[in-house]
C-alpha cells in the first residue's frame, strides 16, 4: 500500500540553524500539507500546497519557513533560522483530488538546542 | 471559543465495553468530519470519515454527524487493550483545504 514517506526521522540542530524536512508524497496525490505537534499540544495546520503554489497558510508560517516541491516527488519543508519554539513533531500529509482524506506520513522529530 | 474541543480524558473502558468520545466545532460551514487515532510518538491514522448527516459504520467503529448541533461522534464496540491510544477529531471546511484538530482524548481499554 502506498504510503508518504519523511526523513529524517529525527533531527537535532542549535539555534539559528536552517533545517529542510524532506516528504514523498504519495505518487498521484495532488494536495500537499506540513502540520506540526507540540508534545502535548494538538496537531496544528502550517501550510497547504497545491499545483507548485501555496494554497494557504497559517498565522505559525511566517518567513521563517518555505515549501518546494523541487521535483515531481519531493516536497520540503524549510526553517530557515530556528527558535527553540521550533522544537515539534512535522507531520506531511497528501491527499487525491478526489477524495479528501488526508494521509500522514511518520513524521520528523526536530529538536531546537 | 476553540475550533474543534473534545474531552481530553483519560477515557477508560474495560475491554469488551462500548467506548464512546464526541467533538464539537464552530464552523458551521464545515464540510468533512474525520477520527484519527494517534499512538504515542506517532502520526495520525485515519479509522474514519464522514459527510453528511447520520451514522456510519465500519466494522467495529461507528461515526456519527450531527451538522444542526455541530457534533461528531465516534463510537467503538468491544474496545480492545491495542484500541488504546489518543483519538484525534477533525474538521475540513472545503476541497483540498486544511484540517482543524481537536485537542484528542485519550482512550485507555483496560483489560
Known amino acids: 500500500e502506498p504510503e508518504v514517506t519523511q526523513t529524517p526521522s529525527h533531527q537535532v540542530t542549535q539555534m539559528g540553524q536552517e533545517v529542510i524536512l524532506r516528504c514523498v508524497p504519495i505518487?498521484?496525490?495532488?494536495?500537499f500539507y506540513w502540520y506540526r505537534q507540540i508534545l502535548g499540544q494538538k496537531v496544528e495546520f502550517l501550510v497547504s500546497?497545491?499545483?507548485?503554489?501555496?494554497?494557504?497558510k497559517s498565522e505559525i508560517f511566517d518567513d521563517q519557513f518555505s515549501v518546494e516541491r523541487p521535483d515531481g516527488s519531493n516536497f520540503t519543508l524549510k526553517i530557515r533560522s530556528t527558535k527553540l519554539e521550533d522544537s515539534a513533531m512535522y507531520f506531511c500529509?497528501?491527499?487525491?483530488?478526489?477524495?479528501?482524506?488526508?494521509?500522514f506520513g511518520p513524521g520528523t522529530r526536530l529538536l531546537v538546542l | 471559543q476553540k475550533e474543534v474541543e473534545q474531552n481530553s480524558g483519560p477515557l477508560s473502558v474495560p475491554e469488551g465495553a462500548i467506548a464512546s468520545l464526541n467533538c464539537t466545532y464552530s464552523?458551521?460551514?464545515?464540510?468533512?468530519f474525520f477520527w484519527y487515532r494517534q499512538y504515542s510518538g506517532k502520526s495520525p491514522e485515519l479509522i474514519m470519515s464522514?459527510?453528511?448527516?447520520g451514522d456510519k459504520e465500519d466494522g467495529r467503529f461507528t461515526a456519527q454527524l450531527n451538522k444542526a448541533s455541530q457534533y461528531v461522534s465516534l463510537l467503538i464496540r468491544d474496545s480492545q487493550p491495542s484500541d488504546s491510544a489518543t483519538y484525534l477529531c477533525?474538521?475540513?471546511?472545503?476541497?483540498?483545504?486544511?484540517?482543524?484538530f481537536g485537542q484528542g482524548t485519550e482512550l485507555s481499554v483496560k483489560p
Open positions: 500529509a497528501s491527499k487525491t483530488g478526489i477524495v479528501e482524506t488526508q494521509y
Open positions: 505518487s498521484n496525490h495532488l494536495y
Open positions: 500546497f497545491y499545483n507548485n503554489e501555496i494554497s494557504e
Open positions: 464552523d458551521r460551514g464545515s464540510q468533512s
Open positions: 464522514i459527510y453528511s448527516n
Open positions: 477533525a474538521v475540513m471546511r472545503n476541497q483540498g483545504g486544511k484540517l482543524i
